[in-house]
């Protein structure tokens, strides 16, 4: 099962640069995240989604942008690459009901802004 | 608003030593937590949640946690650490459809 896949793995860009992280789920979820992870600060939110059309800002969504054109696929966009948004960035899913409310992660893709 | 804190951010033991790992919850509503565990260069993988009733929860590896609802806690333990322990631990909290909160996480190394 390929579960969340996220490409590219590694990226560097320079400042200004624009570029688009991918992320494909086959599980069917209504629900995708994205997260950043910096060192000693955990997973932040950045965008989500509830399903196909809907998409909401989460904790720090300044520099991003999101679409949710199918139920699979859900890129996080970034428009003019700045320093600060050297990161880990993470891409999951889940779907809700019954007792579960686990997130499925993505390998994490690894960007550095020059 | 719900929050997540960790009290110990570097843990460094000895293998066979116990481990507890500290976390703290703040919100009300339904309390859904969470410990995810993340491997040198590799994702988050879910290690043991809590939705309700049985407040000892046990996961994968030996680990299990402890729902205190009267101190808001949510410890991760362990009896006996291995090397391969050596990871982050995030604790985290939600489940809704906003997804999770998580703690700033907890780096532990195992020496042999």
């Known amino acids: 099962n390929a579960g969340v896949t996220q490409t590219p793995k590694f990226r560097i860009l320079k400042i200004g640069q624009s570029m688009t992280l991918q992320c494909t789920q086959d599980?069917?979820?209504?629900?995708m995240y994205w997260y950043r992870q910096d060192p000693g600060m955990g997973l932040k939110l950045i965008y989500y989604s509830v399903g196909a059309g809907i998409t909401d800002k989460g904790e720090v969504p300044n520099g991003y942008n999101v679409s949710r054109s199918t139920t699979e696929d859900f890129p996080l966009r970034l428009e003019l690459a700045a320093p600060s948004q050297t990161s880990v960035y993470f891409c999951a899913s889940f779907t809700p009901g019954g007792n579960t409310g686990e997130l499925f992660f993505g390998e994490g893709s690894r960007l550095t802004v020059l | 608003a719900q929050s997540v804190s960790q009290h110990n951010h570097h843990v460094i033991l000895s293998e066979a030593a116990s481990l507890e790992l500290g976390c703290n919850y703040s919100y009300g509503g339904t309390v859904n937590l969470f410990w995810y565990v993340q491997y040198p260069g590799q994702h988050l993988q879910l290690l043991l949640k809590?939705?309700?009733?049985?407040?000892l929860v046990k996961g994968i590896k030996g680990f299990e946690a402890e729902f205190i609802k009267s101190k808001f806690s949510f410890n991760l333990r362990k009896p006996s650490v291995q090397w391969s322990d050596t990871a982050e631990y995030f604790c985290?909290?939600?489940?809704?459809?906003?997804?999770?909160?998580f703690g700033k996480g907890t780096h532990l190394i195992i020496q042999p």
């Open positions: 809590y939705f309700s009733g049985d407040p």
């Open positions: 599980m069917n979820h209504n629900y």
């Open positions: 985290a909290g939600g489940g809704g459809a906003d997804g999770l909160t």
